[in-house]
Nanobody, 118 residues
Framework: QVQLVESGGGLVQPGGSLRLSCAVSGTIFSLYVMDWYRQAPGNQREWVASISSGGTTIYANSVKGRFTISRDNAKKTMYLQMDKLKPEDTAVYYC????????????WGQGTQVTVSS
């Protein structure tokens, strides 16, 4: 059974930092591209960043230069370091195992709340 479990969310002041983690089990983690998404109240879920199995990263323009995605294949864990946080970063953050060709299911975590407020 594939499981993705996010942690590390919380309340932070504008300009602050948080580090999210996504622990993965039940799959060969190192084979997969991994994604972070977020969903703010009343908005559609939006893509934030992705990291390939080899560590190549890409970011949404809204977070480029402030967020850093990384992974530890030995620990089967992905991270999202979020710096210079803004109120508009407030959302539930989700990790996703990016489906490979032939995969029958799309796996997501349950989400972790990030609130940026003074």
């Amino acid at each position: 059974q594939v499981q993705l479990v996010e942690s590390g969310g919380g309340l932070v002041q504008p300009g602050g930092s948080l580090r999210l983690s996504c622990a993965v089990s039940g799959t060969i983690f190192s084979l997969y591209v991994m994604d972070w998404y977020r969903q703010a109240p009343g908005n559609q879920r939006e893509w934030v960043a992705s990291i390939s199995s080899g560590g190549t990263t890409i970011y949404a323009n809204s977070v480029k230069g402030r967020f850093t995605i990384s992974r530890d294949n030995a620990k089967k864990t992905m991270y999202l370091q979020m710096d210079k946080l803004k109120p508009e970063d407030t959302a539930v953050y989700y990790c996703r195992r990016h489906p490979r060709e032939g995969d029958k299911q799309d796996y997501w975590g349950q989400g972790t709340q990030v609130t940026v407020s003074s």
